[in-house]
Structures are given as C-alpha cells and as structure tokens.
C-alpha cells in the first residue's frame, strides 16, 4: 500500500491541518515543524490544548488535581518514549510519566509534557517457568484476568484501574501480600528506559542497583519502566469472608474497641499467619444485609474482611476467634478465585466507600500512618472510632492493611532485597477524605489532619509510598527511611542531568549549600554495584536522535 493511504498517514495530515489553522502563538514553546516532525516518527500521537480531546485526556482519576500540560504525547510503542524524552530535553521543559494516573498526590501529571505510557499494556505468559511478562500501562483488570485464566497469580493491586507502573514502583501491596509478599518482590527483571533513551534491564545480575532502587523507591526518580517480568505461583481458590460490627450505641463502641484489641492481640505480626490476610475499615454503609438504597441515609460499621489462602475449614478455623467476639455478623464467607474475591472484598454488599447511583468523582485527599506497636491501648482505639462517627460526610474512609508474614520476612535494608523499607510494620493505617464541592474541602481537611494528630501516639513516622500528600514535611525519612542514601546514589548515577524530577523526588540528605553533613557509609553491595558501568540493551536510538538532529536543523534554518 502506498504510504500516503495508511491509516497513520491520514491521522498525522488530518492532524497537521488542524495544527496549520492554529495561531503561531500556540507553538511558542515547541515550534509547530518540530511537532509535526515528532508526530510523524511517532507511532502513538500527540495531543495539544486546542485539540477537542485534550481537556479529557488531561483528567488524573482524582478531580482535586487539575492539571494542564503543554502537551500530552501518547506513546504506543517503546520507541515512542524515547521521542518523547528527547522532545521534551531538546526544549527543555518538565515532564511526567503516567501510566494510570492514580497518584493520591497527583504527581501522575504536570506542567509541561505529559508522557501517557498506558498504551504499554500487553501481558505474556511462559507457562513452562511461570513467568508474567507485564507491560507499564496494564491495568490490574487485565493482568488479573489473564492470571485468572492461567490459574497463575502475583499479588496485585484492589483498583481495576491502576497500572503495574507506579503501583510496582511504590512496592505494591494487595489482598495477598501477607502470604506472598510486596508485589516488587516478585520481580524477577524489568526494562526501563533512561533519559537519553537507553534501554536497560535491570535484575539482580546486571544493573543490579537500579533493579533494588526501583522496586520500592517510587516512579519517576530513575527512568520510564517499560515492562516487569513476574515469578508467578499457582492459585486455586480461596477462602473470603467478612465480618461487621455497627457503631451507633455505647454497647456498639464497646464492642468495636474489643474486636480492635482482639485483632492486635491475636492477629497482629507473629501471630499473623501466612496464610490469612486482613483488611480492617470504617466505613458508612446503608446497612448489614444486601439490596438497601444507597441513596438514602448511610451508617458507621467496623468491618474486618480478609481472604485465606487456603481451605475453606481452615479459613473459618482461622477467622473463629473473631466471629465469637460480642457484637460480630458475619456477612458472608465463600470459596472463590482471587480474581472474584478481590473484586467482592471491597464491593459486597456495598462499595467501600459506598457512592449513590450515578454519583460523579468526588475529589480525594488521604494520609498513611505505618505502625510497628502491638500494644495500642483500648482508649485510643475508642478515640478513633469515636473521631470516626463524627467524619464530615458519608463518603469518609478509613482502612488498616495488616502486614506480616512474606512481607516482614523478606530482606530488610541494609540487607540485599529492594528499597521497599517498612518491613517491621504490624499495619498501614490510612483515612481517605472525600468532598464533592469547594465548599466542602475544608471541613474534609481538617477532619483528616484530626485524624492524624490522634494517630501520632502510635505512628512510627513511616509512610506508604504510594499513598503520598503533597504537603508531609519529611517525606523521603517518611517513604524511604535509611534507604534514601541510596537510592539518591542510584539516581545520580542512572539520571546524571537530573532530568527526572517532581515535588517529591528521591532529594540528597544534605541540600547543596547546607554544610558538612553526615559521613553516608552505603553497604558493601550496594556501593559494589554502584561502582559497576550501566549495562545497556540498546544505546539512544539513533533514528530518534537523527531524525530529531534534523528536525532540529530544519527549524533552526526556517528561523534564520
């Protein structure tokens, strides 16, 4: 077929009319050849902000984050980010990487170029090594599926939405974490690309420290992640259940404060078993039993629901103590696959939190709170639960992931294992705040900043990565703890020029100009591989950089 009748060549000169109808003030920053130059190397396509679709494109999953990049280049193809990166070096202008566009603090998109990599999404499976090979943009609906269907599984993400990129990035825990552990540890090797545009892979044999930085020390510090392979294990059916308490009488308060002391006492780091991991909430509900309007007035509950890795006798065997505490119903129990539960867990009888019909996004703000302490005393559980009953709207959350088992028992830093740090944690406390209008945000704000004030007694000053806030004021002691030296060493090796940044990046210990600082001793493995050359797959593209040269030289000479 001649080339002038393919379908990408049609696309590109439909767009480059639209393109020569717009004023030249809008290429001020880009000129309008060196876009059209781009456009036609690119497989994927570029959208600007006087094309119809850009306002939609823009949008992060959460409203309260309002973004407007110069330019959003969607990347079909691995190439496609390599011109992307050079674009945006060449002009010298910020950029984002998103994948799914689910960061609580809105990091997903910026000024400047928008680089969308969710088209990366294909999924493979080695059947004979059980070995996933996952691309950045897939979200956890198709990878789950496709497991599903293999009767193969890595612990995954709760929201169909996100994608593996950040999520992986971040650590990654899911409703089998407990029992297998953070989903970066089940990497077996990732390819990412730097900023120059080489392609590396990174495992625990070749770039080695890129590999321990990347699995724990959040997106956008080191490079783009174009694709994972994951040790996959075999999943038959598992044991879901769960449980809630009402919180409305005294009677009710006391009870909910003995099933939270039950929990800790009982259920909580050693006691923990592999096999059984546990999600707690506060959450507003219609009621206990199914088929209730959810128009109508909502509820406070304590829930506690779970999935058991395992039989179903030895699930209810192990959910026992909790179902003859004062005050439990037992929702429902089942035998079913991971695919099904992870669903059921967080949406039967009713979402968590649980939105009218047809309610739109309303805008989100939350806080992580990692504690270590077992013995959080019966008062403060009360004071929680009492601050919760008081939240400003129906729609607040709040929910305890459980940890132990694999993910306490893989390697720690300093030891060899990944950035991934909050190995000691019994729980990852979190409240997620909700506001449907302006007027509503700062009744919702302080609601939350009460809730972390009453969690300062038992924090350890740890923070879930991938549930940040724009405004913590230590935020790389908070993500990243010890490992921070690190993983700044890391990044000025793999990112020299700096050319990954945002609010919240991987920062040196000591900003320039601070004075003498500690003395950073980095363990002998790390400062090993550190010492070793970057191994590439592929040097920069030279069709890329060519092409880009040119298109360069051909702007230039037009200006003259």
Request: glycine fraction near 8%; hydrophobic fraction near 45%.
């Amino acid at each position: 077929m001649l080339h002038q009748f393919t379908r990408k060549h049609r696309r590109d000169r439909a767009k480059f009319e639209h393109w020569d109808r717009l004023e030249d003030s809008c290429f001020e920053r880009i000129p309008r050849a060196r876009l059209k130059a781009a456009q036609a190397d690119l497989q994927g396509t570029i959208v600007m902000p006087w094309d119809p679709d850009y306002n939609q494109d823009r949008q992060l999953f959460n409203p309260a984050f309002q973004a407007y990049p110069i330019f959003i280049i969607y990347c079909a193809v691995e190439n496609d980010v390599a011109i992307a990166l050079q674009l945006a070096q060449e002009f010298i202008l910020p950029f984002t990487v998103r994948s799914g566009g689910h960061c609580t603090a809105g990091f997903s998109a910026g000024y400047g170029v928008l680089i969308d990599v969710s088209a990366l999404n294909d999924v493979t499976i080695d059947s004979t090594t059980q070995i996933a090979t996952v691309g950045t943009g897939c979200p956890f609906s198709k990878l789950d599926g496709v497991l599903a269907a293999a009767g193969l599984h890595v612990p995954g993400g709760e929201c169909s939405d996100v994608c593996i990129g950040g999520y992986l990035q971040g650590g990654g825990y899911g409703f089998t974490s407990v029992t297998f552990g953070m989903n970066c540890d089940n990497v077996v090797d990732m390819r990412v690309m730097l900023a120059d545009g080489t392609i590396v892979t990174a495992s625990d044999s070749v770039n080695s420290d890129l590999w321990w930085a990347m699995r724990g020390g959040t997106g956008g510090n080191f490079g783009v992640l174009l694709s994972v392979r994951y040790q996959l294990r075999p999943l038959g059916d598992c044991f879901g259940w769960a449980l809630i308490w009402a919180l409305q009488t005294d009677a009710d308060f006391a009870n909910a404060t003995g099933a939270m002391m039950a929990l800790q006492s009982q259920y909580m780091l050693a006691n923990l078993p592999a096999a059984l991991n546990i999600q707690v909430s506060l959450c507003y509900q219609p009621g206990v039993e199914g088929g209730l309007s959810t128009s109508g007035p909502q509820y406070p509950y304590l829930m506690v629901r779970g999935l058991y890795v395992g039989s179903e006798a030895d699930g209810q065997a192990a959910i026992a103590p909790l179902v003859a505490l004062p005050g439990c119903i037992v929702q429902w129990t089942k035998m079913d696959t991971f695919f099904a539960l992870n669903h059921d867990l967080l949406n039967v009888p009713y979402g968590m939190p649980c939105l009218p019909p047809d309610s739109p996004m309303p805008s989100e703000d939350k806080a992580s709170r990692y504690v270590t302490s077992t013995a959080v005393p019966p008062e403060q559980w009360l004071a929680l639960l009492q601050q919760f009953v008081r939240a400003p709207n129906w729609v607040t959350y709040f929910y305890m992931e459980f940890y132990g088992g694999a993910i306490n028992a893989y390697p720690a830093y300093p030891a060899p294992g990944n950035a991934f740090v909050h190995r000691q944690a019994a729980y990852n406390a979190v409240m997620d705040v909700f506001w449907y209008s302006e007027a509503e945000k700062p009744a919702a704000e302080a609601f939350l900043k009460e809730w972390m004030a009453l969690m300062q007694p038992a924090w350890n000053g740890e923070i879930y990565q991938n549930y940040p806030r724009r405004d913590e004021p230590d935020y790389a002691a908070a993500y990243w703890g010890d490992a921070q030296a690190g993983l700044y060493a890391v990044k000025c090796k793999y990112d020299p020029t700096h050319a990954f940044t945002f609010a919240q990046e991987v920062p040196a210990l000591m900003p320039p100009g601070a004075g003498i600082g500690p003395v950073i001793l980095l363990p002998d493995w790390l400062q090993a591989a550190l010492e070793q050359p970057i191994v590439a797959d592929a040097q920069p593209g030279p069709a890329v950089v060519a092409r880009a040269s040119a298109a360069h030289a051909a702007v230039a000479a037009a200006q003259r």
